[in-house]
């Protein structure tokens, strides 16, 4: 549904994604069990294909995506899914605690062709559709620390000392293999970010 995303943190850009359904579609893969499916992994319309047809007969995991949501909701093609960060941003993988610095997150939306199924002929015909937001809600927890650690945070900030936050950046591109290549490496980067604690 989204062409690229970009999280800035301050006022500096961590990380710029392309190809975002590719590259959370590998994470996916790579994270979960296949089991994830069967419980939980709906609600972010994650269920593993088991062939690349949309042939239910075939491509078990298309059908029961496809049964979430357009035969289970009583409201057909009104839908929720949930979009954890951490699928998307490497930064936000582990559990990252921020004060004081602004976070921005923005989605550009793609076009809908890619994300929606549309049958062309046969008795279940249906004209191009098209995504409509209605309702987009971030969910930010909100920690206390405990005293002791609070103590330790504040004194933290006095310290006029950097510190180094590093990460592994994530990237969406697509890169040409030559032919009767088979041991291919992709360059993967990481960005480093020099922050001193702000209040």
Known sequence: MFSNVKLT???????????????????????????????????????????DSTDENKNFGFGIRRQYLVDSPHTNGTFKLRLPLHMLFGFMENFTVLKGYPVKIELVRGPDYPSLYRAVDGEHHADEGKFIFKDIMLNVPVVE???ALEVDYLSDMQDPEPYLFSFRERHGMFAPIPQNIVDFHQPITSSFLTEKPQK
């Open 145 to 147: 620390p405990l005293t």
């Open 9 to 51: 943190v301050g006022n500096q850009l961590v990380e710029n994604i392309n190809h975002v359904g590719h590259v959370s579609s590998m994470m996916y893969d790579v994270l979960y069990p296949r089991s994830k499916g069967k419980c939980d992994g709906l609600q972010f319309m994650w269920f593993p294909d088991t062939d």
